[in-house]
């Protein structure tokens, strides 16, 4: 019987070989041959496998003993793959089965392509681990049942009160649910249930939110919805984010508070007083620098257009300091004025000012003056 199974397995295309029942190699096909260099033949079956293949210890161990079952007719298949021992690199899944006659079948696949695609796709998955691992955010994917599937190590660090939940297998509802009960997350007005009902529904939508951990930091939480039904999910410390728009908004704040002060002060330092309908005053008190001559000149030409004033009295008994550029301060107001069809009436002028700006040159020829601020106004309420 042995002989005529010999002679069977040499027109099978895949490589056979007959084990007989004292446990020894007795009959390979050709396809067998040229596989092996060394084919075993004559050899008992535990040596053979032990030689032909390359083995981890452990796993080695292992075979020789299911082998070992199979041949106490206690396990009628065996089954494994292997990488042959012999060069070039390839492998092989071998089947060893029992037959009615007390002797085993031994065939051979050789499935070389398959273990290199698997070796290739488990190479790619683990650059895909690593690479999700870099990443300065918190990335998880759960499948098309909520079900998570793989979440990175920083995903874990942004939720330290249920990272022992972040298992695979674990479904969404549940690790939000047992993160509320925990207290990780911050609660303004929201009660337990509505806020659950928010970050689940926007978890099934795959839309985002921003929300406060009660260590105090705030998260992004992005969901993106893949094709097949899965959600992918990134969390994101924008807690300097939040800081430094609370800060540019309480920097803005200041400022509009500096800006209101400042045209107050403005306000303040060009009085502008009606005396009569078409009559303004507006005395100068303290040093006049570049800033607030300008802004005096604004100031009043403003005024004199929306008031329809047609006599401006301008008083500078308040002004230490008489120098150039008050002169032409003064000038440039008068000749303004007069642009708007109003008059200037400049008072308080003293005794050192009139001498300052004669040595100065200036000519207040086509200005009227007065010696002070009560002269102007009788002069003003005479002309009106």
Excluded: K
């Amino acid at each position: 019987m042995l002989s005529s199974f010999a002679t069977f397995i040499a027109y099978l295309p895949e490589p056979c070989a007959l084990v007989d029942a004292t446990g020894h190699l007795a009959a390979v096909n050709p396809a067998w041959s040229d596989m092996f260099f060394d084919t075993g033949l004559g050899q008992p079956l535990t040596e053979a496998v032990a030689r032909l293949f390359a083995w981890e210890p452990a796993h080695l161990q292992q075979m020789l003993v299911e082998l070992n079952y199979l041949q106490a007719d206690e396990l009628h298949r065996v089954s494994f793959d292997a990488a042959l021992a012999e060069p070039p690199d390839r492998w092989v899944n071998a089947t060893l089965a029992r037959t009615d006659h007390g002797f085993c079948l031994w065939q051979l696949s050789e499935v070389t392509r398959w273990q290199m695609v698997e070796a290739a796709t488990h190479q790619l998955l683990e650059q895909f681990r690593d690479a999700i691992e870099s990443i300065s955010d918190g990335f998880a994917l759960y499948d098309r049942e909520e079900r998570l599937v793989f979440c990175n190590r920083r995903y874990r660090e942004i939720y330290p009160l249920c990272a022992d939940l972040l298992r695979q297998g674990r479904s969404f509802r549940e690790i939000l649910r047992v993160s509320l009960e925990r207290g990780q997350f911050m609660l303004a007005s929201d009660t337990v249930e509505a806020f659950f009902a928010h970050q689940y529904a926007q978890f099934r939508e795959g839309t985002s939110s921003e929300y406060q951990l009660t260590d105090g930091r705030w998260i992004r939480a992005v969901n993106h919805q893949t094709d097949d039904g899965a959600t992918v999910g990134i969390r994101t410390d924008i807690t300097e984010q939040r800081l430094a728009s609370a800060l540019r908004e309480q920097t803005a704040a200041q400022e509009a508070t500096i800006m209101a002060q400042s045209t107050l002060l403005a306000e303040l330092s060009t009085p502008l007083l009606r005396i009569s309908a078409r009559t303004l005053v507006l005395p100068l008190i303290g040093a006049i620098d570049g800033a607030r001559a300008n802004r005096v000149v604004e100031h009043l030409l403003n005024a004199v257009e929306e008031q329809q004033a047609s006599l401006v009295i301008l008083d500078i008994t308040g002004v230490p300091v008489v120098d150039t550029y008050v002169a032409g301060l003064m000038i440039q107001c008068a000749r303004a004025i007069r642009l708007l069809g109003a008059r200037m009436v400049l008072t308080g002028i003293r005794p050192d000012v009139a001498e300052t700006l004669v040595t100065l040159g200036i000519d207040l020829g086509e200005i009227v003056t007065r010696a002070s601020l009560q002269d102007g106004v009788r002069y003003a309420l005479r002309e009106g």
